[in-house]
């Protein structure tokens, strides 16, 4: 029985020491409902806003003290500060906020952009939708019809 206490001794020794993870033999994923901005007027002084939404799950040994880091790839510009959705060869500026207030271009966290940490909230699972804020500026004046843009989530737990 002392080689037990003994080993149960030097495993909590070794998990006080470790910084946290948000996920210990856990599987996550995450699910994306897209940003519909419907019709945008040129002739509109203010910008348009839209909203999706990015659903986080897992499943597993899930610390309660961690969180899971979000970040968006730029999409098609290539810059995470300069978005923009196409149809052919037009474009429409846009961009991508993590929060409501739009200040903060939601990003990888380099280049003047930031990420979103979401607390965990769960012991064997967890779950959790985080907002996606959308805006497209006002005065510009593209072709009319319908216009896209994909980008890429990736989650670090």
């Given at each position: 029985?002392?080689?037990?206490?003994?080993?149960?001794?030097?495993?909590?020794?070794?998990?006080?020491?470790?910084?946290?993870?948000?996920?210990?033999?856990?599987?996550?994923?995450?699910?994306?409902?897209?940003?519909?901005?419907?019709?945008?007027?040129?002739?509109?002084?203010?910008?348009?806003?839209?909203?999706?939404?990015?659903?986080?799950?897992?499943?597993?040994?899930?610390?309660?003290?961690?969180?899971?880091?979000?970040?968006?790839?730029?999409?098609?510009?290539?810059?995470?500060?300069?978005?923009?959705m196409t149809q052919g060869g037009a474009a429409?500026?846009?961009?991508?906020?993590?929060?409501?207030?739009?200040?903060?271009?939601?990003?990888?966290?380099?280049?003047?952009?930031?990420?979103?940490?979401?607390?965990?909230?769960?012991?064997?699972?967890?779950?959790?939708?985080?907002?996606?804020?959308?805006?497209?500026?006002?005065?510009?004046?593209?072709?009319?019809?319908?216009?896209?843009?994909?980008?890429?989530?990736?989650?670090?737990?």
């Amino acid at each position: 029985m002392k080689p037990v206490g003994y080993m149960l001794a030097a495993l909590a020794a070794m998990a006080v020491a470790t910084p946290a993870r948000a996920c210990t033999l856990c599987t996550c994923s995450a699910s994306t409902t897209g940003i519909s901005f419907g019709g945008y007027d040129p002739t509109s002084p203010v910008p348009k806003d839209g909203a999706g939404s990015v659903t986080l799950s897992c499943t597993g040994l899930v610390s309660l003290a961690g969180t899971i880091d979000i970040a968006i790839s730029p999409g098609s510009s290539g810059d995470a500060l300069a978005r923009r959705m196409t149809q052919g060869g037009a474009a429409l500026n846009y961009n991508l906020y993590t929060s409501a207030s739009r200040t903060t271009v939601w990003g990888t966290g380099s280049g003047g952009t930031g990420i979103v940490s979401a607390p965990l909230n769960g012991l064997l699972s967890f779950s959790q939708t985080v907002q996606v804020y959308g805006q497209i500026p006002a005065g510009q004046w593209p072709q009319a019809g319908p216009y896209s843009d994909s980008v890429i989530v990736t989650i670090t737990y």
